[in-house]
């Protein structure tokens, strides 16, 4: 064992110590092992709620989504739709109607999004199709050929919905009557409820035929937008600008990342500002090792001038003290990685911590712990713990034995 590294050791072990320096010792160990535990929470906190609500909308959303503004919509959908499913890393393309609709049941109405698909091609890509808490997943007309549709589970549990029940959607996009502009309004037999696990597309959304949607919105054979979705989310951009490129003027691809631009945004400064604020736990207790040393200086002074006679170098002492605030860091660090990602761990996969889905979309705090916030973590607190070593053993290595021993 180095001798810096054993005389270090039997500083930081003696119980000859005072009991104060003993108590903030301790304090050090904890301030460092709270500051990097509750950074670790919190990180892994925000983490898992950006790539919850990331995954959760992507199940459900388009990557990328092909519109024609102010043609009224895309006539000739199938044959862009096959030549644009041919470029490197599509991989699907969905045609679909959006109209917003007034939904009727049981006196009760609300404004909801009624989604027109086509049911083979948009069950592989969206998710929530596949997440059924009841019912099927079956769009054929009853008896009396009244058409289908699926509800999210948030709006079926507010109205007491149940797959067999019918309800009413009426457009706002009227035919014109002998007695003026009326309104469309067509009946339907909910088939299915589906569980997305998004709240505002739970509560809000539903999905129909493509041929009934385009019936209520009193179009032809035309449909909104081209659904994009791609082997890789992240390369939405690129792809974008090449699908802009070969479908020429007049056509707007936008991405994922700017229709949740801001959300994702705020998630990132969130991240931020957390880990600032934070981190400041641990510069407290860097000051708090700073405080130890600086006592541990004054109450050894004795000891660092009999090993400076005995010929201890100025470097050698310095290291003893950097030694002593690196194992204090250490152990503090250690301790708090390992309180804090057992927590997040925990916490994650029981799901501890309940939420209000209609407030935060999701139903519990989810906790994504990432071992690269880890790394920058502990470099973070072992840097701080050496910085606050620096003055203390800058000022052992500068004590004169002479002057310590000289009255003794």
Request: aromatic share 10%.
């Amino acid at each position: 064992m180095r001798f810096e590294w054993f005389v270090a050791g039997r500083y930081l072990r003696s119980p000859n110590r005072p009991a104060v320096l003993r108590l903030v010792t301790a304090f050090s160990v904890l301030g460092v092992t709270a500051g990097v535990a509750t950074l670790v929470i919190a990180l892994a906190m925000n983490t898992g709620f950006r790539e919850t609500l990331q995954d959760r909308l992507l199940g459900v959303t388009a990557h990328i989504s092909l519109t024609r503004p102010g043609s009224g919509g895309l006539h000739d959908y199938e044959a862009l739709a096959t030549k644009l499913s041919k470029i490197p890393g599509v991989r699907s393309v969905t045609p679909a109607v959006y109209q917003t609709v007034l939904m009727t049941f049981a006196g009760e109405s609300r404004g909801v999004v009624a989604k027109g698909i086509d049911p083979v091609r948009e069950e592989p890509a969206n998710e929530a199709l596949r997440k059924l808490s009841s019912g099927k997943l079956d769009f054929q007309a009853d008896t009396d050929g009244i058409e289908a549709l699926l509800v999210g589970k948030q709006l079926a549990d507010e109205w007491k919905l149940s797959p067999g029940d019918y309800v009413s959607l009426t457009s706002p996009q009227g035919r014109l009557t002998p007695f003026g502009l009326l309104p469309r309004t067509r009946r339907f037999r909910v088939a299915g409820v589906f569980d997305s696990g998004f709240y505002d597309y739970d509560a809000n959304w539903c999905f129909v035929k493509m041929d009934a949607a385009q019936a209520l919105a009193g179009a032809s054979d035309v449909v909104n937008v081209l659904e994009f979705r791609l082997q890789n989310p992240q390369a939405a951009q690129v792809i974008a600008h090449e699908i802009e490129q070969d479908t020429g003027p007049g056509f707007a691809a936008a991405t994922w990342m700017e229709q949740q631009g801001a959300l994702f945004r705020a998630l990132r400064l969130e991240k931020l500002v957390t880990a600032i604020f934070i981190g400041l736990i641990t510069l407290v207790a860097g000051l708090n090792i700073l405080v130890v040393l600086s006592m541990t200086v004054t109450d050894r002074a004795k000891d660092i001038a009999v090993l400076r006679s005995m010929g201890s170098t100025s470097r050698q002492l310095r290291n003893i003290f950097l030694w002593q605030g690196f194992t204090i860091g250490a152990a503090g660090t250690l301790a708090g990685l390992v309180l804090g990602y057992f927590f997040a761990w925990i916490a994650g996969k029981y799901q501890l911590i309940p939420l209000d889905p209609q407030v935060y979309a999701v139903a519990y705090v989810p906790f994504h712990p990432s071992a690269m916030d880890g790394v920058w973590i502990s470099l973070v607190a072992m840097g701080i713990s050496l910085l606050a070593t620096l003055v203390p053993a800058r000022a052992a290595a500068r004590l004169l034995p002479v002057e310590i021993l000289r009255f003794e």
